[in-house]
């Protein structure tokens, strides 16, 4: 390698070792966090509670209901006014007849056509403990337990005739975007200091740590959104070429078509580029969909603008949120929806000022 080539490796390496070294002296570490993340409180006093706070709707555990395991849990929800709402099933811990990964799948649809209420359910993989001890959750999987509760919310709130258009049967440009929203109601105050207590002591998650999270949110955004979009831009690039057209260097094609977008930078490629593309190429279903995920976070960032610019945790605007959004799935187009609920058509800056790039 010569010399000067090197050198340039040499700094770089130097600099990204030296930034997640500092990164991980200044952030309280996973293992520091996770006493304060006790799965079952984290359920009832955080996922719940918000929703609650938001909706109005209460839980219920049916211990009288067998699930497909025994490590599955089955809650009734009903509305305020304490008729049933649906079924919500939890599936939280990893076993090895499981895939990996987490999701949200409805097994019976909510539809008025045929009068049917949602059964939903979560699942997660998350490491089961010794029997006695609790289950001390990471951040991650802190995040991915009110990430795929918003899934459910989708499901749960739908309020539709028809099954095919029932809660999160929406365009996969969209149905994200609920989930993401309900995201943030982890550290927003009023239920951060309901469930984040250490297990032992019951302490609350001290304020500098909450602080020092919010701090540490930018790091590395401007690396991570200029590779997803890069795989974003070169997704649609082969999606928008024409039949008979395919070209004998797909390599060469990739870089022409990065040049064109605007996206090259030596030290960024793209997250995933076309010889091991498989959210297009191997049937995964995201052939010119893989810009998703960035759209929904679009409508996403919106939506915590417009909670926080009107009051955020408050049953009005849970409300509203479901009645124009949640309740309508895909029986009124989902754009549509957003904008009554916005008041107008999503704007960019929401998310570049989320993302520090504004
Ligand atoms: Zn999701």
């Known amino acids: 390698m010569p010399k000067a080539i090197r050198a340039v490796v040499l700094r770089i390496v130097v600099f990204y070792v030296g930034s997640v070294l500092l990164l991980a002296m200044l952030l309280p570490s996973d293992q520091a966090l996770r006493p304060y993340f006790e799965l079952d409180r984290t359920i009832a006093d955080g996922v719940f509670h918000a929703a609650t706070e938001l909706y109005g709707i209460t839980f219920h555990e049916r211990n009288d209901l067998k699930g497909y395991h025994p490590d599955v849990r089955i809650w009734e929800v009903r509305n305020k006014d304490g ?9 939280y811990y990893a076993r090895e007849s499981k895939r990996g990964g987490a999701w949200m799948n409805s097994l019976v649809d909510q539809s008025a056509l045929l009068g049917t209420k949602p059964v939903v359910i979560n699942t997660l993989n998350i490491s089961k403990p010794p029997a006695g001890e609790p289950t001390l959750l990471t951040l991650d999987e802190l995040r991915t337990l009110f990430h795929e509760f918003g899934h459910a919310l989708h499901g749960l709130f739908s309020n539709v005739t028809y099954p095919r258009f029932s809660g999160t049967s929406v365009p996969r440009d969209f149905v994200e975007y609920p989930s993401q929203v309900n995201e943030m ?19 609350p998650l001290p304020q500098d740590v909450v602080d020092r999270l919010e701090e540490s949110r930018l790091w590395g955004e401007g690396f991570a959104t200029t590779e997803y979009l ?18 004998d260097d ?36 995201y052939a010119a969909g893989y810009y998703s995920y960035i759209w929904s976070e679009v409508l996403d960032a919106e939506t915590v603008d417009w909670f926080k610019e009107n009051g955020g945790l408050t049953r009005a605007n849970g409300e509203r949120f479901r009645q124009e959004l949640l309740s309508r799935g895909n029986s009124r187009d989902p754009l549509e929806s957003f904008r009554i609920l916005r008041g107008r058509d999503a704007r960019l800056e929401p998310l570049l000022k989320r993302r520090g790039l504004e």
Not at 191 to 203: C, F, I, M, Q
């Open 83 to 91: 008729t049933g709402l649906g079924l919500f099933l939890g599936d």
């Open 185 to 203: 109601w982890i550290t927003w105050p009023e239920v951060l200091s309901n469930y984040a207590r250490h297990h032992v002591t019951g302490e």
């Open 230 to 247: 890069g795989a974003a831009l070169l997704d649609l690039a082969w999606h928008v070429l024409e039949p008979g057209r395919v070209p």
């Open 250 to 285: 797909a390599l060469e094609f990739e870089a022409k078509a990065l040049a064109a977008a605007g996206i090259t930078h030596p030290l960024i490629p793209p997250r995933y580029r076309t010889g091991y593309f498989q959210h297009i190429f191997a049937g995964a279903g």
